[in-house]
């Protein structure tokens, strides 16, 4: 069975902190999806990473493909209540209608 | 204009009952999608339509029957609910496939009492 693990799994940290948020497999992903998922809504693409070793920004958002195309990662610089949520990695394997998602990291940023 | 939109939002109904779940998407995308996502908030694959053709059917009960009467609409039938089909239930579309990721809609509740 495929898997996208994250980590942390939950993370509540203080305005203005950075933190970083995992996302690792053992397969290779023909490209990787980042989401955000806010309580009562379906999660939201940010950002798709294609390339290996690829660096994508997002304001405070940065990730990264990792060069070996199993592993991402997400990190956010002063964190703000409004980066609060439930972040979902996802992505599919070359050459299957697969799509899987990662088991999500539950943000919380206190003001 | 909502992108993918689903109805209802919330379902609150008894053991055995038959419901459904409507899907409508207007990006013209070619692929359409049901998930299902249990309360430790894991998203997992129930059903997948290309221009109206069943693609994916994960091991889900025969009691969910997708239908898909043209490319822009997935509804989502269940048989006979059980307490255990309470879940949150989202609807999405893809353009290409899935590698450049998911629309989403704001998903659907539902309680099985």
């Known amino acids: 069975t495929q898997l996208l693990e994250q980590s942390p799994q939950f993370l509540s940290i203080q305005e203005g902190e950075n933190l970083t948020v995992y996302c690792n497999s053992s397969?290779?992903?023909?490209?990787l999806q980042w989401y955000r998922q806010e309580p009562g809504e379906g999660p939201v693409l940010l950002v798709t990473v294609v390339t290996g070793g690829e660096v994508k920004k997002l304001k405070r958002l940065t990730f990264q493909f990792g060069d070996a195309r199993k592993d991402s990662s997400l990190h956010i610089t002063a964190a703000q209540p409004g980066d609060t949520g439930l972040y979902l990695c996802?992505?599919?394997?070359?050459?299957?209608?697969?799509?899987?998602f990662g088991t999500g990291t539950r943000l919380k940023v206190l003001a | 204009d909502t992108a993918v939109s689903q109805t209802p939002k919330y379902l609150v109904t008894q053991m055995g009952n038959d419901k459904s779940i409507k899907c409508e998407q207007n990006?013209?995308?070619?692929?359409m999608y049901w998930y299902k996502q249990d309360s430790k908030k894991f998203l997992k694959i129930m059903f997948s339509?290309?221009?109206?053709?069943?693609?994916i059917n994960e091991t889900v009960p025969n009691r969910f029957s997708p239908k898909s009467p043209d490319k822009a609409h997935l509804n989502l039938h269940i048989n006979s609910l059980e307490l255990g089909d309470s879940a949150v239930y989202f609807c999405?579309?893809?353009?290409?496939?899935?590698?450049?990721?998911?629309?989403f809609g704001s998903g659907t509740r539902l309680t099985v009492v």
């Open positions: 339509y290309n221009n109206k053709e069943l693609i």
């Open positions: 996802a992505g599919a394997t070359s050459g299957t209608y697969k799509y899987i």
């Open positions: 397969s290779v992903f023909s490209s």
């Open positions: 990006l013209g995308h070619d692929t």
């Open positions: 999405a579309s893809s353009q290409q496939g899935a590698g450049y990721g998911y629309t």
